[in-house]
Each structure stands twice: as structure tokens, then as C-alpha cells.
């Protein structure tokens, strides 16, 4: 698991890493920009953020989070010496899954970060059941239609070409009544191979 530890202050980084180096891979920022490039480079499991740091602060930082398409399912666990209440909802309301006090408790951290990171797989493994059809492995049309914006989007941008094919099996209805279901299903799974292949 890759885990982002977003803070200004080294000595907090060095003590969520004290807590957290058997748990993950671990990457650091002393930024909110710093931690969104590293983000958009490798996706973290995870984020541990600091609510308030120079430049984009923590809530700043989240929000941009949850406002990047490729970003927003990424947890945040914020990490502040803030203990009142009305800053605990405003993390919630960015989106963020969890919130830990300055300073920070080792078996605490360490037990609330497995828990996201359960969390996490579990949410990752429902959103690929919705995102994949599960007899070829490919895209279904709820993934299919974002990722073309996103393609027509950056062709636009960079000035590139962009292609899309559409793939038609000709005469399946008929093998698959001639040969069974299993034995369609099978076909399918290698066309599906064969386009993956292809690219």
C-alpha cells in the first residue's frame, strides 16, 4: 500500500513514519502542490494531511482532491493539533474519511490507517465490479464515457490525434446457439484478450 504524509513540518512526518513504516510504502510532501503532483505522478492508498500549512493549506489541498476526477477517491485522514469541533465537521464536509490529533498516538494511527486502508480495498474491489464487466474484464459504458471526455479532452489539449474503434462480432448469436453458452462465453473472453492485446 502507498501512503502520502503531507505536512510542513518535517518532525510530524518523521513521527507519522516512526508509526506507519511496517503498514505501507510511504511517500512524503511538505506542500499542498507538492502532495498534488505526487498524487497525479502515483496515486496514493492513502493520504495523512495537515490541516494547516503554508501556501494551499490542508483543506485547500483536499478539496483540490476531490475536485480531480483522477483524484477523488483517494481517502484523506487529516492529522492537525486542532481539537474543536467546528474544524472537525469542515473535514468531514471536504470529504475526508477520518481526522487524528496532534500529537499523534502510534497504535492509534497505526489502527485507524489499517482501517481506511481495508476500507479502501473494499470500496476499490465494488467500484471494479461496476466499472468492469466481469465475463471479459473490459470497461462497461459507466467507465467507458468518462474516460473518453477525458481522452477527447487531452487530444484537444496536446494537439494529438485520437482514434476509437468499434468492434462488432459478426454471426455470435448464431455460434453461440450452435455451440452453447459456455462456449460463446469463452469466445468472447478471447476477443476481449485479443483487442487488449492489440493496443
Known sequence: ???????????????????????GELFFATSGAQALALARQQPPDLVLLDAHMP??????TCAAFKSDPALE?????FVTSERSAEVEAAVFELGAVDYLNKPVR?????ARVRTQLRLKELTDALRRQALEDPLTGLATRRRFEPQLH?????????GEPLGVLM???D???RFNDSAGHAAGD?????????LCGAT
Open 150 to 158: 477525458h481522452e477527447v479532452a487531452r487530444s484537444a489539449r496536446c
Open 186 to 194: 469463452e469466445a468472447l473472453r478471447q476477443v476481449a484478450r485479443a
Open 1 to 23: 500500500m502507498h501512503l502520502l504524509l503531507v505536512d510542513d513540518e518535517p518532525s510530524a512526518i518523521h513521527a507519522l513514519a516512526h508509526c506507519l513504516g511496517d503498514v
Open 171 to 173: 454471426h455470435f448469436k
Open 55 to 60: 501556501g494551499l493549506s490542508g483543506f485547500e
Open 106 to 110: 502510534p497504535a492509534v494511527v497505526r
Open 167 to 169: 468492434v462488432d462480432v
Open 73 to 77: 477517491h483517494i481517502p484523506i485522514l
